[in-house]
């Protein structure tokens, strides 16, 4: 079975001479010699597989490259340099209110997450009283998110996610400023997904969640990827 998800030697260099490097040096990526020229490395020559079905968590310290490789699987920034290969639609929650518009109300951004999801009117309105239900927001849904509290943003842009049957789902580490009781049903939310046959990726520090949810896992330490094994080989060496 081919993987969902396929990363192949994947770079993201920061820096306004970055590319002008890449091209001088043939292509070829000397960390050392880019982070002396004053370019920040955030993914270092990652490469992994996920397959259909698999919840893969990404484990690291804070700077390690985390919510960068995430924004490359999601596409909503381009890899410096390799190839990430990606099969079906893609949903993330990387940051509180990425993919809202502050000047549309709750109901608004829904529809239009699902349009970028490539989903029809009729289809987002199927969904739509689930999505207002699990995100606990019904009495603001017609207020611009702009008026919204962070964790408000947060409800509804994972209840979204989650409900408009994305192929893959990929959150960052948004859920650990949730309220415990939204953040135990998002949990049981992903473990339904995961079940569904969706492939799941997410960030979290939280070590008794990631052995609830997962059995694969990744760690990272400043962009270069360390291990990916078991969920318990990763976590020890990751507290080591």
């Known amino acids: 079975?081919?993987?969902?998800?396929?990363?192949?030697?994947?770079?993201?260099?920061?820096?306004?001479?970055?590319?002008?490097?890449?091209?001088?040096?043939?292509?070829n990526v000397d960390a050392k010699k880019f982070q002396e020229a004053g370019c920040i490395?955030?993914?270092n020559n990652a490469s992994f597989d996920v397959?259909?079905?698999?919840?893969?968590?990404?484990?690291?310290?804070?700077?390690?490259?985390?919510?960068?490789?995430?924004?490359?699987?999601?596409?909503?920034?381009?890899?410096?340099?390799?190839?990430?290969?990606?099969k079906g639609k893609i949903a993330s929650l990387i940051s509180v209110g990425t993919g809202f518009h502050s000047e549309l109300t709750g109901r608004e951004n829904i529809y239009l997450n699902g349009s970028i999801l490539g989903l029809r009117k009729y289809e987002i309105e199927e969904r739509?009283?689930?999505?207002?239900?699990?995100?606990?927001?019904?009495d603001f849904l017609d207020t611009p998110v702009k008026r919204y509290s962070s964790g408000m943003v947060i409800r509804l842009?994972?209840?979204?996610?989650?409900?408009?049957?994305?192929?893959?789902?990929i959150t960052d580490e948004v859920l650990?400023?949730?309220?415990?009781?939204f953040r135990e049903k998002s949990i049981e939310k992903l473990m339904r997904i995961s079940d569904s046959g969706k492939t799941i990726i997410f960030v979290s520090h939280n070590l008794n969640?990631?052995?609830?949810?997962?059995?694969?896992?990744?760690?990272?330490?400043?962009?270069?990827?360390?291990?990916?094994?078991?969920?318990?080989?990763?976590?020890s060496e990751y507290i080591s």
Do not use: W
């Open 1 to 27: 079975m081919s993987p969902t998800i396929s990363c192949s030697s994947v770079y993201k260099i920061f820096g306004n001479n970055a590319q002008t490097l890449l091209s001088e040096s043939g292509g």
């Open 41 to 43: 490395v955030g993914v």
């Open 51 to 86: 397959n259909q079905g698999e919840m893969l968590v990404v484990m690291g310290l804070s700077g390690s490259g985390k919510s960068t490789l995430l924004k490359l699987i999601s596409r909503i920034s381009a890899p410096t340099k390799g190839l990430i290969k990606i």
């Open 128 to 138: 739509l009283n689930q999505i207002i239900e699990f995100s606990g927001v019904d």
């Open 157 to 169: 842009g994972f209840s979204v996610a989650a409900h408009l049957d994305p192929d893959i789902l």
């Open 176 to 181: 650990a400023v949730a309220d415990l009781e």
């Open 209 to 235: 969640s990631v052995r609830r949810l997962c059995k694969t896992a990744i760690l990272l330490d400043k962009g270069r990827l360390l291990l990916k094994d078991n969920v318990d080989s990763v976590i």
